[in-house]
């Protein structure tokens, strides 16, 4: 592990020997401007790496690198919203359909719990249907999955920054894993390797300055633990221009 690169609560050194490569590269590329876990505009996410290029004369562009040591670890946060809503819609009707034939060819598994009887709950799960319980197994994964591990779709189509690149060991590169739009850099003799190149995405101006800024601010963070500065030590400060 590089020196100055220290690892955070819980994260494996590969974690972040991936993430000081991503550091380097981005530097090697014209990224002047880079910061570890740096929170993102627009989302809740933080970036493993997020870096900003200057260009003369305009505001310059930004990147954001996620590092992934693990296959499960990849596949949590690559599930596609369109794809996963289509499927979770057509999980729903059929949930529907069984219902509704339950309701019919059991009626036992009414609960009378209303004042109105068309208005009483049913527990379709006494029977032990195979087939709706099935349907409840995959219902339940499909929700989880689409609210909770879709964060390489969400940061394109919340458009956080102009390119998206994914930082992985030789053994986890395969091209069909990788989210679309996103590039691939991949680790090789203690080196990063462009194996797929991101899709470009427009942001504006006022984004991008926001990256920018955010940067800035978990270098802060940083250089405040580094010198072992507190908000106590902050606050007292404030306190003496007042």
Known sequence: MGAGVSKT??????????????????????????????????????????????????????AIFECKQA?????????HSKVARHRLEAICQRRRILE???RVHCPNLRITDSLFPEFDSHDFTAIGHRGYAR?????????????????????????????????????????S???IGWGALVESGGTLALM????WNETTAENRIRFLHRIAAAGTRVLNRQLEITFDDIAAEQCRFF
């Open 196 to 199: 797929r190149k991101p899709i």
């Open 135 to 175: 349907v409840l197994r995959e219902l339940n994964a499909l929700q989880n999955r689409l609210y909770d591990c879709t964060k390489f779709d969400k940061l394109i189509r919340y458009r956080c920054a102009n390119l998206f690149f994914l930082v992985l060991p030789t053994e986890l590169f395969r091209d």
């Open 71 to 79: 296959l499960c670890d990849l596949r949590r946060d690559n599930c």
């Open 9 to 62: 609560h819980g994260e494996t050194a590969r974690h972040t020997r991936l993430k000081r490569l991503a550091f380097l590269w981005a530097q090697a590329h014209g990224y002047s401007a880079c910061a570890m876990e740096a929170g993102l505009p627009q989302c809740r996410y933080r970036a493993d790496v997020a870096a900003y290029r200057p260009q003369p004369k305009k505001i310059g562009s930004t």
């Open 100 to 102: 509704t034939c339950l």
């Open 177 to 179: 894993e990788i989210p």
